[in-house]
């Protein structure tokens, strides 16, 4: 609504000298109102009118006040509203006769019905006997209210927020017409008893709508004044699990709620294999350290798989399983994990040169023919892996 035109409350008769000279005290004021707010502007001409040419320069007449009313002494008058509200400027400003002085002022008003009552303190002064000291009132009306404002505000694990931006959207429709989809914050004036529609509310990843928050206004209805539609929200919490492939953990899993910059600390419990060292908990490409910062944005249960790096083989033993009449059955021990290759090596005690045989990992057996038995032999083994090569001569 714009501004209503300047409207004369009362041109009122405060003071004369003899025939010759009338001061008068003209109040106007002009009002808008925005939902429930409602603004006044309010206008004082403190002037005089004379018969004769008077040459009297402009005396203080009167001035504003705050809030309270006053009776002042000297040159004050002050002027106040009953209803509360509170003046744009402060007291004791004092105008000129003959000068027009505007104040701004706004109060709270939801129906739109009734008045708000204004007072103007008129004092004698040391210069000045006015005939008619003292208070002024008048009723100023009270806009009707036309329009209606709809607000949409949001609540995440129990605190209030200005909008359900990061965590939800929805969709707004006032007076049948679509006024935003998919959208996180929502504030407008509408005509005052429009229909309004707040549907398909949508949780974004990591979170969960859990209904209107309490003392929200529907999520449908009329606006026949400012509804407040506040909708809860909360973020999700999730499990990370922990296997230690083939090891042993003894911690325990983690959980976590949904941050979509955030972090949380793996735990640092380290788990445990043979011939192995932990290099880390991996997940889908990337690989953690144990306590190190893992996202939060998964939104979901997570299982982090432990890495392994293997030593370097150790205790490597040759051992003699079975034997023929010129064979051998043999196999090599050893402590390690991920052995990629075994090489067992015998010669006759006798020669300088080791011949040697590749031993299958998986089945960890050579059978050896053709030896002379009547011989002695001597064996090595050596044993390899990601880590490095070990030989049973260490």
Same mark, same amino acid.
């Given at each position: ?43 004082? +001409? ?113 605190? +209030? ?16 017409? +679509? ?79 949904? +941050? ?135």
């Amino acid at each position: 609504m714009a501004w209503s035109s300047d409207i004369l409350v009362a041109s009122q008769h405060v003071n004369s000298f003899g025939d010759y000279s009338r001061f008068y005290l003209d109040t106007y004021y002009s009002y808008n109102r925005d939902g429930d707010t409602v603004y006044y502007k309010l206008k004082l +001409n403190f002037y005089y009118m004379n018969t004769y040419k008077y040459g009297g320069s402009g005396t203080y007449g009167w001035n504003i006040g705050a809030t309270t009313k006053f009776n002042g002494s000297g040159e004050s008058s002050y002027q106040y509203f009953t209803s509360g509200g509170t003046w744009s400027s402060g007291a004791n400003q004092k105008t000129k006769i003959g000068t027009t002085k505007e104040y701004s002022y706004s109060i709270t008003n939801t129906t739109g019905t009734g008045t708000v009552q204004c007072g103007v303190y008129v004092n004698n002064t040391d210069k000045w006997s006015f005939d008619n000291p003292g208070w002024y009132y008048y009723n100023l009306a009270i806009p009707p209210l036309n329009t209606a404002t709809l607000d949409l505000n949001g609540q995440l694990d129990g605190t +209030n927020t200005g909008s359900i931006e990061g965590y939800g959207t929805v969709n707004v429709t006032v007076g049948g017409v +679509n006024k935003g989809q998919g959208v996180a914050d929502y504030y407008a004036s509408h005509t005052i008893n429009s229909s309004y529609v707040i549907d398909a509310i949508t949780p974004l990843k990591g979170h969960t709508y859990n209904g209107p928050a309490s003392g929200s206004d529907a999520l449908s209805g009329t606006l026949n004044g400012n509804k407040n539609v506040r909708l809860s929200f909360t973020t999700n919490t999730y499990t990370i699990y922990y296997d230690a492939n083939g090891g042993t953990y003894s911690g325990s899993s983690t959980s976590y709620k949904y +941050n979509a910059s955030g972090t949380v600390s793996l735990s640092s419990t380290l788990p445990t294999k043979s011939y192995a060292s932990f290099s880390g908990w991996r997940y889908e490409n990337t690989t953690y350290p144990a306590g190190g910062s893992f996202p939060a944005n998964k939104a979901m249960d997570v299982t982090v798989v432990a890495v392994w790096s293997p030593v370097v083989p150790t205790n490597i033993k040759v051992n003699c399983l079975t034997r023929t009449v010129n064979s051998l059955a043999m196999q090599v021990t050893y402590n390690a994990i991920e052995v990629t290759n075994i090489k067992l090596y015998y010669k006759r005690s006798q020669d300088d040169n080791y011949n040697y045989v590749e031993i299958d990992p998986t089945v960890n057996m050579v059978i050896l023919n053709n030896l002379d038995m009547d011989t002695n032999y001597d064996f090595y083994a050596e044993v390899t892996n990601a880590a490095g090569t070990g030989s049973s001569l260490d």
